[in-house]
């Protein structure tokens, strides 16, 4: 079992900032990927940014320059710093992780910019 936590979210102000963070714990010896998806209302989730082990990270157009992606591999943590957030960035945001071929997800931590 692979269990993720996200913490971070909230409401801000448009051009404020926060910063997301999401713990793996569980059968994780063979963690690789780590990332973060979104969803808004009504719409699909999308991807925001990944980051392999090892590897580049990968950051949607509409989030690049914005948010940065890092990990503390010693923690199983992935973060999302969240700068310039504009009223269009509101969603619940998902952590995710691949283990070995298997991916997992998050339960979602709710963002919400107010312009």
């Known amino acids: 079992q692979v269990q993720l936590v996200e913490s971070g979210g909230g409401l801000v102000q448009a051009g404020g900032s926060l910063r997301l963070s999401c713990v793996a714990s569980?059968?994780?010896?063979?963690?690789?990927?780590m990332g973060w998806y979104r969803q808004a209302p009504g719409k699909q989730r999308e991807l925001v940014a990944t980051?392999?082990?090892?590897?580049?990270?990968n950051y949607a157009d509409f989030v690049k320059g914005r948010f940065t992606i890092s990990r503390d591999n010693a923690k199983n943590t992935v973060f999302l710093q969240m700068n310039s957030l504009k009223p269009e960035d509101t969603a619940v945001y998902y952590c995710?992780?691949?283990?070995?071929?298997?991916?997992?997800w998050g339960q979602g931590t709710q963002v919400t910019v107010s312009s």
């Open positions: 569980g059968s994780i010896s063979r963690l690789n990927a």
């Open positions: 980051s392999p082990s090892g590897g580049t990270t």
């Open positions: 995710y992780a691949k283990v070995a071929i298997y991916s997992y």
